[in-house]
């Protein structure tokens, strides 16, 4: 039987978890088999709708990914009555530039996607669509104004973005963040920023969060759609290794400096560039970013090896029941 990591007032969609942890969306990483790996290790799994991507005049690759998903977890339950997996998730970049939303929304409500990520703009027409199926809607946010401005709209819960992220990262201290949130709302939170092992999942715990949120650990994993000099070089660096820069997507995200250096860049003197550069057409002749200079948070120093989705999940699990032993002993002292 697994434990159960969450708080039971959560909206059922969220609960059933082994640690409450979200394996959180990564553009071109995230595939099915990482997902399936996920929600059996415990977690819920996620993927960006937009990975999914097929050529011109193909039926929507989406759709397959979402039978083969909700196949392959259903089966892994009716083997596994005593340990079913987690839910998963969808993320929807809400951004102008994503002429695919409005049919990937369809898609997904007809699949009853149970956990909708949303990100890069907060719709009232997006939440519907995920509450017509019994959804449930995380909107990721890096300060509380647009936190505020989410749930106005009818997002049912938060993901706190903060600094050390991987990705399009906030420039927000964890500890600020979560606690201006919770002066308000009480709805489910998770927190994001180089959580990359038990003790850091704890820690968020503590600080208010209903969950973590880790992206960059699960790129040096055996599934992930990534590069295996990508998945080697999230091995060999640290926090050191990460540059902040707007310049790859026009929006501030955290990169891996040696890969800025691949491209022929020099990480430590790199212009800005604007917002209005954003594209996420599909096709989008920028690539780039994603393709050649990678994204990682700053949390991989904890990041010894490459190893399978569940294997990661497992340390992650041992560590954070340690970490809380050890903390509860000190308090039981
Ligand atoms: C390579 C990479 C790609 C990402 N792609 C997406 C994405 O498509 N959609 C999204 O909402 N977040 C994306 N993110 C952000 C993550 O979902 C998450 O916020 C971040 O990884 C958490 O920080 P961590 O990497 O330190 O764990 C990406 C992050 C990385 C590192």
Redesign the pocket.
Known sequence: MKDTATKPDLHPNLQGLRIPLIG??????SNPDLVIAQCKAGIIGSF?A?NAREADGEPPLLEAWLKQITEELDRHNQENPDNPAAPYAV?Q?VHRSNGRLERDLEICAKWKVPVW?T?LGARVEVNEAAHSCGGVVLH?IINNTFAKKAIDKGADGL?A?AA??????GQQSPLALIREIRSWFDGPVAL?????CGESLLAARAMGADFG?????F?ATHEANAQDEYKQMIVDSTAEDIVYSSLFTGVSGNYLKKSVERAGMDPDNLPSADASSMNFSSGSSKPKA?KEI??????IGDVKDIVGAGELVDRVAAEYKAAGKRLAAEFAG
């Open positions: 959180s969306p990564l553009f071109i990483i960006p937009l993320n970049i990520i990100s990721d993901i973005v050390g992220a991987g990705g399009h990262a994001s920023g180089a959580i990359a949120y880790m992206g960059s650990p790129i994603w990678w994204g990682s948070g700053q949390g």
